[in-house]
């Protein structure tokens, strides 16, 4: 059974980091195109950094540029979310999503095939 988990999310101040993790089970997450996403209340999903299997490529959206890095550990097969300088519009829920057809990954949803149960992130002070 094919499984991504998500954890590491939590209650941070302004200007704080977390680091969100996403374990793969069943499956190695080395061969394909891992997307983050995050969901705030009253608010459509979005695309915030994914990560290529083809070349290792990373895309991160505008708003995050600078603040956040994907990165992946082979031997853990898990891929990390660091985020620094957080706001509190950074407020959400962020799952970890596989896509396994794509060479590239995107930052639109639509090409994803599994996704985790979600972890929450809350910006606060």
């Known amino acids: 059974q094919l499984q991504l988990v998500e954890s590491g999310g939590g209650l941070v101040q302004p200007g704080g980091s977390l680091r969100l993790s996403c374990a793969g089970s069943?499956?190695?997450?080395?061969?394909?195109?891992i997307g983050w996403f995050r969901q705030a209340p009253g608010k459509e999903r979005e695309g915030v950094s994914c990560?290529?299997?083809?070349?290792?490529?990373?895309y991160y959206a505008d708003s995050v540029k600078g603040r956040f890095t994907i990165s992946r550990d082979y031997a853990k097969n898990t891929v990390y979310l660091q985020m620094n300088s957080l706001k509190p519009e950074d407020t959400a829920v962020y799952y970890c999503?596989?896509?396994?057809?794509?060479?590239?990954?995107?930052?639109?949803?639509?090409?994803?095939?599994?996704w985790g149960q979600g972890t929450q992130v809350t910006v606060s002070s």
């Open positions: 999503a596989a896509d396994l057809l794509s060479y590239y990954c995107s930052g639109q949803d639509g090409t994803y095939d599994y």
């Open positions: 069943g499956f190695t997450l080395d061969y394909y195109a």
């Open positions: 990560i290529s299997s083809s070349d290792g490529s990373t």
